[in-house]
């Protein structure tokens, strides 16, 4: 097996790419680019003088927990309680405290998957066994996996970095099968509102979320956890523990984002990207690449068998002797297989995606 490379290796190289004058085509960080609910200028403007200059609850402004209280009860459908929503640096944070929560404890996790759970995992000394992601019977293939001393299964649909999500009715089956058995289900929704069909059902004892991609606003680096079982005082310490609490300024941001919000938007959200998953589909389908259906998010993980390594096709596609470089990320990264690599088109425009395909298409038949 070839060593792989990362996301960060491929986006650092092609930001020198750009640099140095080249074209680039940026299909690897998971980036969107839809326009957030109100410009954050408009925003900033605002906030009150003070904003900033005091030390806040280290769980979160206790305004903007009840605001994603009211988010979560109204766009997700779980009826929260804002005593137990947690405000995370990003989604990766609140990755962390999971982890660490759980940390010396049997989990389950998907694969392939968003780099960080591997990662962490082994940061926290997670003791951590994987399943198929997008099996064709995910409820036997996660039971099957199950341990005695499994505590918690994770589940990320749609998924990073496939984009794929089983049917409702399978994912309330597993549900109902885990907590029968005593084993709490943590559901990173990340991607909850980008779906092209059925729409995601929302399950879980625990939501791993982020504003990064809902509201189109990674710098902020916000996000949460709806802690719905024992310990979320625990959880809650660890934001103290780690990060001291979230930027005041940040928070408020969000805050008056979420306060905009309207069914519009998110049906915005989903005719913003659906045609790029289209495009992109069907290109790859006639250059008979196989993949996971890409039922949501704005990835699509795709592999071709006259790839032998998708960490040097990666890497040919970034060489400076290329007319176009062209980032993507190999399947390794998100322990996919040897040939498997991901596409995301958050930020892609129809002309980068034909690039994309002829370029794909130019460096494996030249293979």
């Known amino acids: 097996m070839s060593p792989s490379i990362s996301i960060r290796d491929i986006f650092d190289r092609c930001s020198v790419l750009r640099k140095m004058g080249r074209r680039v085509v940026d299909a690897h960080i998971g980036a969107p680019s839809h326009e957030p609910p109100i410009p954050v200028k408009q925003v900033i403007e605002k906030l009150s003088s003070d904003s900033g200059r005091e030390y806040k609850p280290f769980t979160g402004i206790p305004e903007l927990r009840e605001e994603v209280a009211r988010y979560v009860r109204r766009w997700i459908g779980i009826n929260a309680d804002p005593n137990r929503v947690i405000i995370t640096s990003g989604g990766v944070h609140a990755l962390y405290i999971v982890f660490r929560v759980f940390s010396n404890l049997h989990v389950l996790l998907p694969k392939p998957h968003f780099p960080h759970y591997s990662m962490q995992a082994k940061l926290s000394n997670v003791n951590a066994e994987y399943y198929n992601v997008y099996s064709e019977d995910i409820v036997n293939e996660v039971l099957s996996r199950l341990r005695d001393k499994t505590k918690l ?33 943590a559901n990173d929704i990340a991607y909850y509102h980008i779906y092209y069909e059925e729409k995601p059902v929302p399950i879980g004892d625990i939501l791993i979320d982020t504003f990064s991609k809902t509201l189109s606003l990674p710098g902020l680096r916000v996000g949460y956890l709806y802690w719905n079982v024992e310990n979320y005082e625990e959880a809650g310490r660890m934001v103290y523990w780690t990060t001291s609490g979230v930027s005041d300024v940040s928070q408020n941001i969000i805050m008056e984002m979420l306060k905009t919000l309207d069914n519009s938007y998110f049906e915005y959200i989903r005719s913003y990207y659906k045609p790029k998953r289209d495009l992109i589909v069907k290109l790859f389908r006639e250059e008979d690449f196989t993949f996971p259906n890409p039922k949501g998010a704005f990835y699509i993980f795709p592999e071709h068998q006259k790839i032998d390594s998708s960490v040097k096709l990666a890497q040919n596609l970034i060489m400076e002797n290329r007319k176009i470089n062209v980032g993507i990320v190999p399947g390794q990264s998100f322990m996919g297989g040897e040939k498997q690599f991901r596409i995301s088109f958050g930020k892609l425009s129809e002309e980068d995606i034909y690039i994309l395909i002829n370029e794909l298409r130019t460096e494996i038949n030249q293979s």
Not at 160 to 183: D, H, V, W
């Open 153 to 185: 299964v994770m589940i990320n649909y749609p998924n990073n970095p496939t984009g794929y999500y089983p049917s409702s009715s399978e994912l309330k089956q597993l549900y109902e099968e885990l907590r029968s058995r005593g084993i709490i289900l």
